[in-house]
């Protein structure tokens, strides 16, 4: 079964033409399923989990980069229902602005992300872990002031202001075009860029971030506090993708 | 092999890159190709190749298989096949090398090790050498 779930943003009158056509579509595909909207709802986890224990085949974000972040968890964080989802699929169905995630997996436009369901070409990707939060794309954080500790064995203190940015799946939208990231190699790709054109690299599987007066900023939603010890969970999340992702 | 450029080609899909504007303190052990532009202290070791720009300035025992170096290092270079110094090179420190280039203008303050692929250093010795005539090259 297939489990939609509908941003509270989606409510807006703007959006119920494109919404219209998404959900023709998905009929004449077959693709029926249980729309859950989430401005109803105050624990999307619990109702999430609950779905996915009756049977759910396949979550699907309808939204933006922040509808996948609130339900990615709810999909993945499970200890006591990993049995049920191991062969859970993810997907995403872009409407609005702010889609960088759903770009990135190659899926472009609301339509053709109906007909990228139906395709159901699978990948298996990492996923990057902040204390207990998630992110799919990136963990970003204000270099001047950040130290970056790499297991225990070296340190990166950036002597310029900047950024620092922690990638497990490029956002091409807004990517640097020089940045290559890989979401199914279980390693985090850091960069870190100042001002002008200096542009440092390097691949790791963890690291902690420390800075003292910036916070860590998750897929461009979540702030979290520092230090922050940053994981990555390698081939965690099946995800549907398009031909025309970011990734191999 | 190197070519005299700045920066050869397979250093462009290097695995790690220390830009300008970035200090590195420990050890920092690489399997794939490492470019320092900016400041690190420690150690340093790859089993791939080694470039350090002429900005550079590096506090550290270094191991790696080729190198090439255009900046400053305090420590002792231990290079399993090739070493090319760069004109703005400059080493305080012993060096091991197995093949080696230097260009006019580098500066060596160290002995300099031949150690052949088997890992046995010659006789070939040299102490506190400046270089500052024609480009040298030796083995």
Redesign the interface.
Known sequence: MNIYIYDDYLNKNKYSRVLNRVEIRLTDLGLNGKIIRLGAIKNIRDVIQNEIKSGAKTIIAVGNNQTVNKIIGAVIDNELYGFFQKNILFSIIPIGDDNSIADSLGIKKEEEACNILLARRVKKIDIGIVNNYYFLNKATIE?QGSIID?NG????????K?TISVFNLKSSANDDKNIKVNPIDGKLDVY?K?K?K??????VSKLKISNEHHPLILDDIIEIKTPADINIIAGKLNVVVGKDRSFE | MFTKDNKPEKFRDAETIIGASIKVKGNFHGEGNIVVEGQLEGNLRTEANLFIGDKAKVVANIEAADAIINGEVRGTLKIHQYLALGPTAKIIGDINYSEISIEKGAIINGQIIYVSNSGKPSRHQESQEELSEDEAETE
């Open positions: 270099s790499i064995e070296y340190i990166i203190e950036p002597q310029e900047g870190i100042n002008g200096d542009l440092s690299f390097l691949s």
